[in-house]
């Protein structure tokens, strides 16, 4: 099993939560150094947040927590968005937050169980006898 300081357990959710809030906020977005669809910016940031949110917060406990806590987070920040005045609010973009929140709640139960699972002992192979 690997072990994690609990230190950068929550920096791993709390910096990229920090920074996908300003993007979300800033007026012009941010810029990239290449360019990628708003789908894959949404998806792809639910989708590491809801498992790092889970990992960080929720570990003991099934994902509707983590998932209820995103899709608020989702919902939010189209709400601040529909006030701001170079933003668009959008209900594509609460979809496509849904699709990377459930993304998310299978990435963690993968990763959990392949890689901070218990190790299994390995098999014992019985000697025959000639």
């Known amino acids: 099993m690997i072990r994690a300081p609990r230190w950068l357990i929550l920096t791993g959710f709390?910096?990229?939560?920090?920074?996908?809030?300003?993007a979300a906020f800033a007026p012009n977005g941010v810029p990239m150094p290449f360019q990628v669809s708003d789908m894959v910016l949404h998806a792809s940031a639910f989708t590491y947040l809801t498992a790092a949110l889970w990992?960080?917060?929720?570990?003991?406990?099934?994902?509707?927590?983590?998932?209820?806590?995103?899709?608020?987070?989702?919902?939010?920040?189209?709400?601040?968005q529909s006030f701001e005045p170079?933003?668009?609010?959008?209900?594509?973009?609460?979809?496509?937050?849904?699709?990377g929140i459930l993304l998310g709640?299978?990435?963690?139960?993968?990763?959990?169980?392949?890689?901070?699972?218990?190790?299994?002992?390995?098999?014992?192979?019985?000697?025959?006898s000639r």
Do not use: C, N, Q
Request: charged share 20%; hydrophobic share 55%; aromatic share 14%.
């Open 14 to 22: 709390w910096i990229p939560l920090v920074f996908t809030t300003y």
């Open 55 to 80: 990992f960080a917060h929720h570990p003991a406990e099934s994902g509707w927590k983590p998932a209820a806590w995103m899709l608020a987070y989702g919902v939010a920040i189209e709400l601040v």
């Open 86 to 99: 170079t933003r668009d609010a959008e209900l594509k973009d609460v979809l496509v937050d849904v699709v």
């Open 105 to 128: 709640l299978a990435l963690y139960r993968w990763v959990v169980s392949r890689v901070f699972a218990p190790a299994r002992p390995l098999p014992v192979e019985r000697a025959t």
